[in-house]
């Protein structure tokens, strides 16, 4: 909920600062390592935004799969079942996955 | 009209975060988030280490539940400061929160805070609170898959805390099979086995937190 809250408010200030009449879409971008559940924030923000030039705007989600890097040959890999080791046997740093942000929104 | 944005959500949580780092560490305090699921033994680990050092530092102990101050009265018993931060719903603790808390503390004379987060394995994981270092602890009874069920924690978390050894022969629970799991994860974390109710495995835990202070306090 509190990140819904941080979500609103950030959509309105831009909204308002930008003269607009209504907000139409909000798109975010959601790690997969992030414990964000899309459907919750969608509903949560459809319940907060009422009487807001929020109100009805479309919550688009997008998850940014998790990757990591190896720190000592440099290989890029995609996380798959949360093993963060590398062919050559080391710990891989997180490069990617633990995004949480607006991207875009759409206003009228 | 499309505006693009790449406007981070946790961005004013983090800014406020940056800003209690700085005052902590101008003031040569050691801040630890503690982190756990209710019941894995948080509280009982605080006084522990409250009573290990106790007569070395000055310690203060900031409380998060979302309602009343039952732990806040058991730590104060021990005689420390503790201030108790009730969410009221919240599932974690932020940065503002932590920030509301500082005109209660005499910072020039404090050493250590522990920050008792509010017990949930998922949110807290999220929220930076601007403290030094993120430690999780698991107890025997939750079961060694966790990590498996909740990364974040345990990739952010320089330390692990494996409470309840005591119970280690009622269970099935693999200490090699947990230890495999969180390494994978994270290679880098520091792992204490312990029994706040016997006290088995306290002492490594204190002497490693002592060396960080001690460094930390020199830095």
Not at chain 1, 44 to 65: H, N, Q, R
Not at chain 2, 47 to 69: F, P, R, Y
Request: hydrophobic share 40%; charged share 25%; proline share 2%.
């Amino acid at each position: 909920m509190a990140i819904t809250e941080s979500i609103l408010s950030i959509v309105l200030a831009e909204a308002e600062k930008r003269d607009a009449t209504r907000v139409k879409t909000v798109k975010i971008e959601v790690g997969e390592l992030t414990n964000i559940v899309g459907d919750c924030v969608k509903f949560y923000f459809e319940l907060m935004s009422k009487d807001t030039l929020a109100s009805g705007a479309e919550v688009e989600i997008a998850e940014v799969p998790l990757q990591a890097k190896c720190p000592l040959c440099g290989k890029v890999k995609r996380v798959e079942n949360l093993d963060f080791i590398c062919e050559c046997g080391t710990g891989m740093k997180i490069i990617a996955g633990k995004e949480l942000a607006i991207s875009a929104i759409e206003i009228e | 009209m499309e505006i693009k944005l790449q406007q981070n959500i946790l961005a004013s949580n983090n800014k406020i975060a940056a800003d209690l780092r700085k005052i902590f560490e101008d003031k040569g305090i050691y801040v630890i988030n503690l982190m756990a699921s209710p019941g894995a033994g948080k509280t009982s680990f605080i006084l522990q280490t409250i009573e290990n050092l106790k007569n070395d530092l000055n310690i203060a102990v900031i409380e998060g539940d979302i309602a009343s101050k039952v732990d806040a009265e058991k730590v104060r018993e021990h005689g420390v400061t503790t201030i108790q931060i009730n969410t009221g719903g919240a599932c974690h603790l932020d940065a503002n929160m932590i920030r509301g808390t500082l005109g209660f503390l005499n910072l020039d004379e404090t050493d250590l805070i522990i920050i008792e987060n509010v017990g949930n394995l998922v949110c807290p994981a999220e929220f930076d609170l601007g403290e030094t270092v993120k430690m999780v602890i698991l107890s025997v009874p939750e079961g060694d898959d966790k990590p498996l069920k909740y990364p974040r924690i345990f990739i952010e978390s320089e330390v692990l805390v494996l409470n309840k050894i005591d119970l280690l022969d009622y269970t099935d629970f693999d200490i090699n099979r947990l230890k495999g799991t969180v390494n994978n994860l994270n290679p880098d974390i520091n792992i204490f086995e312990i029994s706040c109710k016997s006290a088995d495995g306290i002492d490594s835990w204190i002497s490693w937190l002592k060396d960080k202070i001690r460094k930390h306090l020199k830095s």
